[in-house]
């Protein structure tokens, strides 16, 4: 597995308005996964994206993949105030015995009421 | 809700002491992972566990450090004689295959 890279590292918008974070990452995946982290709290995950997947929704969530940029977006529309969280990233390469993930800082996402 | 669960979810100890966490993965779930965040920070890796089987550590992992999954079940994270920079939150995921991992709450270590 490799090391996403989130960006921006903070966005604050109001409620109703739709946040975009993106993922930039290295070498080649075989899935993207994005997770969102409340303060204080454990990661929950939100949607696994797989390589020859170009768009995934659930929900307000769409993510996109273009694997020949090797970057990744997260939007979240009609944002909430509990959408409030850090939201990571994390490319993972089968191959290894572990497939851990390896997370960057993420970007910190503040909604506004 | 039968997801990932930490014991304790926090734990403030003196400088020297040893601290034990607990977890006790999604049931069905053969893999296994320890992650430690501090703030600011997204979690990094630690140590992997297929089944009983510890298959990787990461060299955060110093030799103060032990993990155990005894019958390939629940896993403990034993941390000996605590220094402040232990101070963090250790996170316990699980997962099934080479997919999306799920997360426990966390356990937060404070050492003073």
């Known amino acids: 597995s490799q090391q996403g890279e989130e960006d921006p590292q903070a966005l604050s918008i109001q409620e109703g308005e739709n946040a975009t974070m993106n993922c930039s990452y290295k070498?080649?995946?075989?899935?993207l996964q994005w997770y969102r982290q409340n303060s204080g709290r454990g990661l929950v995950h939100l949607i696994l994206?797989?390589?020859?997947?170009r768009e995934k929704h659930s929900g307000r969530l769409r993510v996109t993949l273009d694997t020949s940029k090797k970057s990744s977006s997260l939007l979240i529309t009609a944002s909430r105030a509990a959408d409030t969280a850090s939201y990571f990233c994390?490319?993972?390469?089968?191959?290894?015995?572990?497939?851990?993930?390896?997370f960057g800082t993420g970007t910190l996402l503040a909604v506004q009421p | 809700d039968t997801g990932v669960s930490q014991d304790p979810r926090h734990k403030i100890t003196k400088r020297g002491q040893n601290v034990t966490f607990r977890c006790d993965p999604i049931?069905?779930?053969?893999?296994l992972y320890w992650y430690r965040q501090t703030l600011g920070q997204g979690p990094e890796f630690l140590t992997y566990?297929?089944?009983?089987?510890?298959?990787?550590k990461s060299r955060l992992l110093s030799d103060r450090f032990s993990a155990e999954r005894p019958k390939g079940s629940f896993s403990t994270l034993e941390i000996q004689r605590t220094e402040q920079g232990d101070s963090a939150m250790y996170l316990c995921?699980?997962?099934?295959?080479?997919?999306?991992?799920?997360f426990g709450p966390g356990t937060r270590l404070t050492v003073t």
């Open positions: 049931s069905e779930h053969n893999r």
């Open positions: 566990f297929q089944n009983e089987a510890q298959l990787e």
């Open positions: 070498t080649s995946i075989n899935n």
């Open positions: 994390a490319p993972v390469q089968y191959g290894g015995a572990t497939n851990k993930l390896i």
């Open positions: 995921a699980s997962s099934l295959d080479p997919g999306e991992q799920y």
């Open positions: 994206i797989r390589s020859n997947e």
